[in-house]
């Protein structure tokens, strides 16, 4: 009765529940093609290179089910997600280089030319909804594992700098910064976000407590954060968190 007893618990699995945080680690480039303003206007193709690793944050709540050896888990969670990146744009007219908020008033079109040197730091703040199937071992020491995430945009920012000089006419320096909202189309343009965005995650854990966790995980948005298909690259996002298992049954 008791062997019965204890198949049929083990059949029917475990819930647990608990809480994470920790960082998040983004990287990427972006290539931007190039765009035409207006007759004999143009902004040339951008090619944005990793500028750094750059550093966010993230928490939640998640339950897992689990059979024996397998386990099924969901959570919920908001994160920020930062990418460092930087470009050079050579030989740019005045007039298109006031999308990037340089601007010398009242110059013709094919006047003045300058070079650039452009950073672009992003940040992406969304609710996330990840959905793991995994294997554990050793009694749930350790976790394997991978899934979907779907990410709800909640807020989306770029801060921007550029520098350079006027190579035509009068040599002179520009200098420029300005913060784009990414959400909103008429600021951000050919850069504006996707309000849902689907990922793909693969992570592994291990229990180093009764009821502490660390998690090391690694993700892709599928399809890119772009609303624009044009724009191609490669974003990739890795966390690395603790969580506290406060509830079984």
Partial sequence: ?????????????????????????????????ARTLAPGLEIPRIQNQNNGIGTGYLGGIWVRKTWNRFFLQAEVSYSKLALKQKATIDRIDVAAASEFGVTIPNIPIGTLFVNLNTTSDPVLNSINIPIYIGKQGQEGKWRLYGGPTFLFTQKSEAARTASGRVISGPNFPVSISDKVDLTDPEQAGILQVKNFNF????????????????????????GGVFNDSGITGYIGYATVAVGYRFLDF
Wanted: hydrophobic share 50%.
């Fill in 1 to 33: 009765m008791m062997l019965l007893m204890a198949t049929m618990a083990q059949a029917q699995g475990t819930v647990e529940l608990g809480v994470r945080g920790g960082a998040t680690f983004m990287h990427g480039f972006t290539n931007i093609p």
């Fill in 199 to 222: 990922g793909i995650e693969l992570g592994a854990g291990l229990t180093v407590l009764k009821r502490l966790e660390v998690d090391v995980r690694y993700g892709l948005p599928v």
